[in-house]
């Protein structure tokens, strides 16, 4: 069994799901996992935790997310992207009458912490549903609203034949598609969501990552016994489990701080710059990652804090 955190560059046409089945078969593993889900239509970075990774799941999918994509003025969809059933269309004058830095201002009011309600097509549960399954029934989707942070929206190209290019850097959680259809909204013409490319979560790019059709031969060749070592997943693609970087403090341990940790007991590390109630990662002098812990106490100002483990792996 692998355990680590594969980079995978989904093409359109594919549910997350899909994709994670997909490489259960190639590789032959049950235990895989995601960080962040993509919608059918979109493409780009989907991280993958393996075997033991799947335990980082909840750390990773926290991180934050960058988009490339096309919002289409003047069509508002049902599913608020080209894959829902149009519902308006504003006049051509109305779509054509706008202009480049009318649309800027508009992305740009979106900056910050903001409230913004799910679409009715998503797969966010209320109460073990999921949203497009109450959509699809025709009952009523649930319109409860979730704070999410947009960092940067803002144009990447100019407005042709009605459409726009942008880029999008947000908190995790964020529909792209619902900015869409809010900036349709407020710009009084209406608005979709036609392309979306996820080109980074946190520290990883879409640029390395391996797309399934290579994953697919990798794996062909590996079962083959032809390949060798080029059966292996490509370094940039694939981080082994002691590898994986967290966005959380690191710290070193030593031999005793190890055994305490195995037991589920508290240590006392220095030089650790987070406050009580963050996470920490634990390492040994053989560099394995040995376990996941919260500051129950800072101790000072010299970076000396009681570090409690709470997921434990060695």
């Avoid at 006049?91 to 009458?97: I, N």
């Avoid at 549960?125 to 699809?136: I, M």
């Avoid at 005793?256 to 040994?284: C, F, Y």
Wanted: glycine share 10%; net charge neutral.
């Amino acid at each position: 069994m692998k355990d680590g955190l594969l980079l995978i560059d989904k093409e359109a046409g594919l549910t997350s799901h899909d994709v994670v089945q997909r490489v259960r078969r190639l590789l032959g593993q049950k235990k895989i996992g995601h960080c962040g889900t993509l919608d059918p239509d979109a493409t780009g970075l989907l991280l993958l935790t393996l075997g033991t990774a799947t335990r980082l799941t909840r750390f990773l999918i926290r991180a934050p997310k960058v988009y490339h994509g096309v919002i289409r003025f003047g069509v508002t969809t049902d599913t608020y992207d080209a894959s829902g059933k149009v519902l308006a269309e504003a006049p051509a004058a109305a779509v054509a009458a706008l202009d480049r830095r009318q649309v800027a201002l508009a992305m740009h009011g979106f900056a910050g912490a903001i409230e913004q309600q799910a679409p009715p097509y998503s797969a966010k549960k209320v109460h073990g549903v999921k949203l497009y399954e109450l959509a699809r029934r025709g009952e009523e989707v649930p319109t409860e609203a979730k704070e999410v942070t947009i960092y940067e929206f803002e144009p990447d190209g100019e407005l042709q034949g009605g459409c726009l290019a942008f880029r999008l850097s947000c908190s995790s959680g964020t529909y792209a598609r619902a900015l869409a259809n809010d900036l349709g909204k407020l710009l009084g013409v209406g608005a979709h969501l036609a392309e979306l490319r996820r080109l980074q979560i946190g520290s990883f790019h879409v640029d390395a990552a391996l797309k399934l059709q290579a994953l697919a031969a990798l794996a062909a060749l590996a079962q083959s016994g032809e390949g060798g070592e080029s059966g292996e997943l490509p370094a940039k693609a694939w981080l082994p489990f002691d590898e994986i970087p967290l966005p959380f403090d690191e710290v070193t341990t030593d031999s005793q701080q190890e055994l305490r940790i195995s037991h589920g007991q508290t240590v006392l590390v220095r030089e650790l710059s987070g406050a009580e109630g963050d996470w920490v990662k634990l390492m040994n002098r053989r560099r394995q990652f040995i376990a996941i812990g919260t500051v129950i106490e800072k101790i000072g100002t010299a970076g000396v804090a009681i570090v409690q483990p709470k997921v434990v792996f060695k």
